[in-house]
């Protein structure tokens, strides 16, 4: 009897035993493939840089995969086969998982293949780009930017050209930086491509407004709900009382003055586009303002919510602090200014408190030596922005998304009118395989 139970026993600990192993298996299967995925994505995406050759295609797939390997501890090795003519990408990994139960012919291991191939198509483009060159050119502080569909890129060299800090989260098609980045693992999915080659600005050619006589100067809206028109709005347009603006077809120049929301102010614009000119031409809206923007089916700005001047002094401030923000379908286009989404750290104590609060979970020692503060609840990320719009798209000098947002750039662009600019949607990437 004991005979027979200890075989009965060991048999059923056998089976639970390989029961653990095909369930490991089968995971690590699913994750390389992923792996192989995000890889050929990565590789095929560097063709709408304009600047890429195959052996620099080859190489941010091979990077991509091994750092994706690593992370995971998988071991495994990828490799990557460019053809040129179809501008395609394919990436094979060869894995081991290591059984702990099952032998398999005396063997330890157990082999996994997966291939991938991506190649330019029309699914999946850049839907946030940071032009700049400094350091923390892309950079989510206790915020979040979520853009599945889509691929986000920093052109900096920096090895903090990328930084996602506090609880703030990245997750996108492709993350590549041209540089290092900063950050936990958890912040990113997937883990970011490094030494990305700098991608061109996809919109340098569109030609800007040319009209700047004067239609409205230092004009303020009075309150209750406002229609205006198009035209140019010498010294700016300030709206600072609990009023809802609408903003119809056409173009809203800005000349020598800035766009303002405060006050509970709200801003619809339909069918309309914004060019930011002249001194102290910069967007601001603060935390109370509310957003419905949709950019113009046609013309000279189809599909461009906002441009700022190319001639603009390199690094000025525009702020969308907005936190009821539904439909931000368009493109928002500052070439040469910084973009913070969401609040300032001098904005009040919500951003410091979440700051704080990042510091002590992350560094528990911290949390004996600060002062002892009553922590208001982290409303982290609550707050989603521009999640009913069919797509949009950023492009900037430099992008901070924090203050509890979480940032959506979603990509169906063929849910919408209003078809994303040409020029940007040129040579994206899609899995054929």
């Known amino acids: 009897m004991p005979l027979m139970f200890a075989l009965l026993f060991g048999g059923l600990m056998l089976a639970a035993g390989g029961a653990l192993d095909i369930a490991n298996v089968m995971k690590v299967r699913s994750n390389v493939q992923n792996m192989a995925d995000s890889a050929a994505l990565a590789g095929a995406s560097q063709y709408r840089l304009g600047n890429s050759d195959t052996n620099v295609v080859k190489q941010v797939a091979l990077a991509f995969a091994r750092s994706?390997?690593?992370?995971a501890g998988i071991q495994g090795e990828p490799t990557a086969t460019v053809n040129e003519q179809d501008r395609s990408v394919t990436v094979a990994i060869s894995a081991t998982v290591v059984l702990r139960f099952i032998r398999l012919g005396g063997a330890v291991g157990y082999g996994i293949n997966s291939k991938a191939v991506a190649r330019a198509g029309s699914s999946s483009?850049?839907?946030?780009?940071?032009?700049?060159?400094?350091?923390?050119?892309l950079g989510v502080a206790n915020g979040k930017v979520t853009a599945s569909k889509c691929n986000t890129h920093s052109n900096s060299k920096a090895?903090?050209?990328?930084?996602?800090?506090g609880l703030g989260t990245i997750s996108s098609k492709v993350i590549c930086t041209s540089g290092g980045y900063v950050g936990a693992e958890n912040a990113f999915d997937p883990a970011p491509a490094t030494d990305c080659p700098v991608a061109a600005d996809p919109l340098a050619s569109r030609m800007a407004p040319s009209e700047t006589k004067c239609d409205y100067t230092n004009f303020k809206v009075e309150i209750g709900l406002q229609t205006l028109r198009p035209g140019v709005y010498c010294g700016g347009l300030v709206i600072d009382k609990p009023t809802r603006v609408?903003?119809?077809?056409?173009?809203?120049?800005m000349k020598d003055g800035p766009l303002v929301l405060t006050n509970a102010a709200s801003l619809n614009m339909v069918d309309a586009a914004v060019y930011l000119t002249g001194k102290d031409s910069v967007l601001y809206f603060d935390y109370t303002s509310s957003l419905d923007l949709s950019a113009p089916v046609s013309g000279p700005l189809a599909g461009i919510l906002f441009f700022e001047d190319r001639n603009a002094p390199a690094g000025r401030l525009?702020?969308?602090?907005?936190?009821?923000?539904?439909?931000?379908?368009?493109?928002?286009y500052l070439s040469r200014g910084r973009l913070v989404v969401g609040q300032l750290p001098?904005?009040?104590?919500?951003?410091?408190?979440?700051?704080?609060?990042?510091?002590?979970?992350?560094?528990?020692?911290l949390a004996s030596v600060l002062p002892k503060v009553a922590l208001v609840p982290c409303p982290l990320p609550q707050i989603s922005l521009a999640l009913q719009s069919a797509w949009t798209l950023i492009v900037a000098r430099e992008v901070?998304?924090?203050?509890?947002v979480n940032l959506v750039l979603n990509a169906n662009?063929?849910?919408?009118?209003v078809a994303p600019p040409a020029e940007a949607m040129a040579d994206s990437t899609i899995l054929t395989h």
């Open 318 to 332: 525009h702020q969308i602090g907005s936190r009821i923000a539904p439909q931000l379908l368009g493109t928002i």
């Open 125 to 137: 483009v850049i839907c946030l780009l940071a032009l700049g060159e400094g350091s923390v050119n």
């Open 346 to 365: 001098t904005d009040g104590l919500l951003s410091f408190d979440c700051k704080l609060q990042g510091l002590t979970q992350s560094h528990p020692l």
């Open 159 to 165: 090895s903090d050209g990328l930084v996602v800090e």
């Open 400 to 404: 901070s998304v924090n203050g509890g």
């Open 246 to 253: 609408r903003m119809m077809h056409g173009t809203y120049i």
């Open 413 to 417: 662009y063929d849910a919408s009118p």
């Open 68 to 71: 994706a390997l690593e992370s």
